[in-house]
Nanobody, 122 residues
Framework: QVQLVESGGGLVQAGGSLRLSCAAS????????MGWFRQAPGKEREFVAA????????RIADSVKGRFTISRDNAKNTVYLQMNSLKPEDTAVYYC???????????????WGQGTQVTVSS
């Protein structure tokens, strides 16, 4: 059974930091591109970051570039999203996803977690 379980969300003040984790099971983690997406109320789910199978190529959305970083630990079947200098605009449900055909488009991801809430107060 495939599972992606996010953790690390919470309530923080603007300028603070959070580190999200996503623990994966039920598939070959090292064969998957891993991504993070987010969805705020009234908005479409949007791409945040992705990391390649070999841990050497990353893509970061312009809206979070310079503040967020993505990393993975294949030995632990875990992908991380380090979020620094958080802004109220970052408030959203953050989703972990695994894909095998692409990097950025939502439709390229096959497996999804349930999401973790990140709330940034002003």
């Amino acid at each position: 059974q495939v599972q992606l379980v996010e953790s690390g969300g919470g309530l923080v003040q603007a300028g603070g930091s959070l580190r999200l984790s996503c623990a994966a099971s039920g598939f070959t983690f090292s064969s998957a591109v891993m991504g993070w997406f987010r969805q705020a109320p009234g908005k479409e789910r949007e791409f945040v970051a992705a990391i390649s199978r070999d841990d050497r190529i990353t893509r970061i959305a312009d809206s979070v570039k310079g503040r967020f970083t993505i990393s993975r630990d294949n030995a632990k079947n875990t992908v991380y999203l380090q979020m620094n200098s958080l802004k109220p605009e970052d408030t959203a449900v953050y989703y972990c996803a695994a894909g095998f055909t692409g990097v950025v488009p939502v439709e390229d991801y096959k497996y999804w977690g349930q999401g973790t809430q990140v709330t940034v107060s002003s």
